[in-house]
């Protein structure tokens, strides 16, 4: 998804966003939209620069790098062309949480 433009979702990101933009959507689906957007904008402003990120080395040892935009935390793999991100979680969740959930994700 997104390939076109220099970034990929994994599919499990996709799920991610669509979910956290439901949640929002209930409420209020301008704030949801507005949400979803800063998530992807963040996402294409990290394709020029992808190792902006920072690591994360108490969540996994793999070459992935993470961002953060408003309460969510994503992780992305810097490396691979386009750039992939692999979750979109929101950064309040206990770090096991987040490391289980990326485990799940290759």
């Known amino acids: ?51 902006q990120g920072h690591q994360r080395r108490d969540l996994t040892s793999r070459t992935v790098r993470f961002q953060t935009v408003r309460n969510y935390l994503f992780a992305y793999a810097p490396d691979e062309e386009p750039l992939l991100v692999l979750s979109v979680l929101d950064g309040r969740r206990s770090p096991r949480v987040l490391a289980a959930i990326l485990r799940g994700r290759k």
């Open 1 to 51: 998804m997104n390939a076109e433009r220099g970034f990929e979702l994994h599919p499990g990101a996709a799920s991610d966003i669509t979910s956290i933009w439901e949640f929002i959507a209930k409420d209020n689906p301008l704030a949801a939209k507005r949400v979803r957007e800063d998530i992807l904008d963040a996402i294409r402003r990290l394709v020029p620069f992808p190792h």
